[in-house]
């Protein structure tokens, strides 16, 4: 049963999320109820991922077995992802329309509860040993924490969205995460990052990621993880992918623009743009003069 476009599912509890107005309706049992706050809340956006999901939840639930809560957020599924999600012990929210993998994360950290939420994708799985040094890490004190992977590269070339992840992350002031960035899995949070930045803004990654960075959050990089050797290929929409990515950099910069003034607090070093301001003013005021003068000759002529 799903209604109101979302359900969220476990066991007898049904709640549904009125889109619109962004309201959880809870039935006779409250979230809170369900079970003792988790360590640990794995966000797993899938659409039709049934060939992978149960081996991707077993993995995530290893990380602490007894304080780890799994969810997967269900949108736009038509095969049996949902219920084998949920025969796996995963709390489920199903969306009838697909709204994309970020929409989906931001969905699932709304009803997250642990004090760290890790996100991962549901067509690969990575070894929990991997996942559980996201964990370690936010249990150390960082509020995100990025996969090492700086995106697509040789000696040679550099893929456009790791050209964008570089840019974005010299212009926020933080050169040091290199091409790490939210948009690539696995990232983990903290419940105070979450709060801080509000987990619409999950919605768009590099957006996120640059109101962590202007809000002093601690963000570190831990082992590298080539999730492009690992990720399901898509050659129809690689395009299509490469442009939303590109996209959201965009939106982005567009945030800390707005954020940091329209130089995005890089100064002007020795340029002295006042100048051609002083120039300008002068060439206005001899305009002037002249018209002035070509007015009083017109009038003695007359």
Known sequence: MVANGIMYVRNELEINLDKEM????????????????????????????????????????????????????????????AALARKSGARVLVIEEAVGLDVGRAIGAKHARGDILLFIDADFTIPAALLCKYVTEVKSGSDLVLNGYSGSRTETTIHSTSQ????????????????????????????????????????????????????????????????????????????????????????????????????????DFLRKRDVLCAEREEETTVHAGQEAMNGNGRAEKS
């Open 22 to 81: 962004g309201q959880v309706k809870i039935g006779d049992v409250g979230i809170e109820k369900v079970s003792r706050s988790p360590l640990v809340s794995v966000i797993i956006p899938a659409k039709n991922e049934s060939r992978t999901i149960v081996q991707v939840i077993r993995g995530a639930k290893s990380i602490s077995p007894d304080m780890t809560e799994v969810i997967v957020v269900c949108n736009g599924t038509t095969d049996r992802t």
């Open 164 to 267: 964008a992840k570089r840019l974005l992350n010299k212009m926020a002031g933080r050169p040091d995460l290199q091409g790490s960035s939210m948009t690539t899995v696995p990232h983990a949070i903290s419940r105070r990052a979450l709060e801080v930045i509000g987990y619409e803004s999950l919605a768009v990654p590099p957006q996120a990621q640059v109101k962590a960075i202007i809000a002093g959050l601690k963000i570190a990089r831990t082992d590298t993880i080539n999730v492009a050797k690992l990720n399901k290929k898509r050659a129809a929409r690689r395009e299509e992918v490469t442009n939303l990515v590109l996209g959201d950099h965009c939106e982005a910069i567009a945030y800390l623009l707005s954020s940091q003034g329209k130089r995005g607090g890089f100064t």
